[in-house]
C-alpha cells in the first residue's frame, strides 16, 4: 500500500507560479512510475506529467515547456513546479503511483492516488 498526499496548491493570477508537491509512504520504491494529472468538474482525469524511475519524464503538450516534474528519491517526495499557469490551468491536482517503471500517461495505468490539491489561476 501506498500513501501519497499532496500540498502547494492555491490561488495566483495569470503568468504566476505554483510548487506542488507529493509525499508518498508505505511500500515505495525508487522504480515506480509517478505522475500528475489534473480534474475539472464533469471533466476526465487528464495526464499533466510523470517521471519514471530512471528519471525520464514526459508532458501532456498543454504543459510542455510550462511545468516541470522532479523527484527525490531520499525523500519519496514528487514536485510539479508550474510556471506561466493560465486559467485553462484550474483544476484539481493529484499525485499518481504506479507499481511498475512508467507506461502510459492513462489514468487507469495509475495504482495509488492522493486526495488532490486546488489549482485556480484568475485572469
Known amino acids: 500500500q501506498v500513501k501519497l498526499m499532496e500540498s502547494g496548491g492555491g490561488s495566483v493570477q495569470a503568468g504566476g507560479s505554483l510548487r506542488l508537491s507529493c509525499a508518498a509512504s508505505?511500500?515505495?520504491?525508487?522504480?515506480?512510475?509517478m505522475g500528475w494529472f489534473r480534474q475539472t468538474p464533469g471533466m476526465g482525469r487528464e495526464g499533466v506529467a510523470m517521471?519514471?524511475?530512471?528519471?525520464?519524464?514526459t508532458y501532456a503538450n498543454s504543459v510542455k515547456g510550462r511545468f516541470t516534474i522532479s523527484k527525490d528519491n531520499a525523500k519519496n517526495t514528487v514536485h510539479l513546479q508550474m510556471n506561466n499557469l493560465s486559467p485553462e490551468d484550474t483544476a484539481m491536482y493529484y499525485c499518481?503511483?504506479?507499481?511498475?517503471?512508467?507506461?502510459?500517461?492513462?489514468?487507469?495505468?495509475?495504482?495509488?492516488w492522493g486526495q488532490g490539491a486546488q489549482v485556480t489561476v484568475s485572469s
Open positions: 499518481a503511483s504506479r507499481v511498475d517503471l512508467c507506461a502510459s500517461m492513462w489514468f487507469g495505468s495509475f495504482n495509488y
Open positions: 508505505g511500500n515505495t520504491y525508487s522504480r515506480s512510475c
Open positions: 517521471i519514471d524511475g530512471d528519471g525520464s519524464t
